[in-house]
């Protein structure tokens, strides 16, 4: 018999994809809210219970039914530049979520808890990003990040809950929620030009990023939780060469067979450049070749075009209009 293990955000984009890793080894329980993502992306050998993380009685409930070997908590709302004007929504989801499944963990005896965490939580001006570096977020969403790391340091001080952290940064591919309006430029812009927009950028598209295909970090997420030397470390995981959002922007037109028109508007606060280095993960898991970018931004438009131009629904819980950027103060009204 397999041993069961918990997947959270197992309906979104990155949790589905290391859920399709994890079906070949153990019992999967998938557990999605579906508030990101759709339940068409859960592998149909997982079994999938729609609920939240923040419902503890129900993630108590799935503890005690399944007994899980290990833990996967990749539900999130990774709207990195959202999360200062949702802060109370931001530590619910991405704090307070997750520690009532470290809870759950430690008291039913979880043998390895596997979280994604995110290179947010390094802050402006460490570069490039490293393991080795103080962490200094400085948007809510990489504090909330932060804090979840050291509350797994803490329980496995005082209660020996192994655990293993993962940093990705700028994910894409598949399955992607396109029609998501404030996180993850590449669907963003693939979806805008299936609706014939023009590319939306803030500021003058020089800022830049590493773009990580989902298919080259999900295999060694999935590996994380049997790999007892990784136990208590963070690593770092994606892309090693930084774009910037003009390169991107050439990019996705070349993958979707056009120019596209670009709008440029006002610049976020922000971080400007961010880029990590991979050496430690390479040392202790074997990682996939990394999938060039144009590669991977012909793969996602192809399924894109499959999937067609979905409508975003604006967020309606801003807690904070002050300074929340002119754009997405139209989305909202």
């Keep these: ?21 994890l079906v070949e080894q153990f019992d999967v329980v998938v557990l999605d809210d579906l508030s990101g993502g759709f339940a068409d992306n859960v592998n149909r050998r997982a079994q999938f219970v729609e609920g939240s993380i923040l419902d503890h009685a129900l993630v108590d409930r799935l503890f005690a039914e399944h007994k899980f070997k290990h833990v996967f908590h990749l539900a999130a709302y990774a709207a990195e530049g959202l999360s200062h004007f949702i802060k109370r929504f931001n530590y619910q989801n991405n704090l307070i979520g997750s520690i009532n499944l470290i809870n759950a963990s430690v008291n039913h005896g979880v043998k390895c808890f596997v979280f994604t965490s995110s290179i947010a939580v390094y802050g402006a001006g460490q570069l490039p990003m490293s393991e080795d570096m103080i962490p200094q977020p400085e948007d809510s969403y990489g504090i909330a990040k932060f804090a979840v790391e050291q509350e797994l340091k803490a329980s496995h001080h005082l209660f020996g809950l192994d655990y293993v952290i993962f940093r990705p940064h700028n994910v894409y591919g598949e399955r992607q929620n396109l029609g998501d309006p404030y996180r993850n430029v590449i669907g963003i812009f693939m979806n805008q030009i299936m609706q014939d927009k023009p590319l939306t950028v803030f500021g003058d598209g020089e800022q830049t990023r590493a773009f990580t295909h ?34 991107l922007v050439a990019g996705v037109g070349q993958a979707m067979n056009l120019k596209p028109k670009v709008t440029h508007l006002e610049a976020r606060k922000e971080v400007v450049h961010a880029y990590s280095t991979h050496d430690k993960v390479r040392k202790f898991f074997k990682c996939p070749s990394e999938t060039s970018l144009q590669d991977g931004l012909n793969r996602m438009a192809v399924w894109a075009r499959n999937a067609g131009a979905r409508q975003g629904t604006p967020f309606t819980g801003i807690e904070i209009e002050r300074g929340l950027p002119p754009s997405w103060k139209r989305l909202i009204g």
């Design 1 to 21: 018999m397999k041993a069961k293990v918990l997947v959270t955000g197992g309906a979104g984009f990155l949790g589905s994809h290391v859920v399709d890793d």
């Design 214 to 247: 989902v298919r080259d970090i999900s295999p060694v997420i999935a590996a994380a939780a049997e790999n007892a030397n990784a136990c208590g470390h963070a690593f770092n995981v994606g892309a090693d060469r930084a774009y910037s959002v003009n390169q």
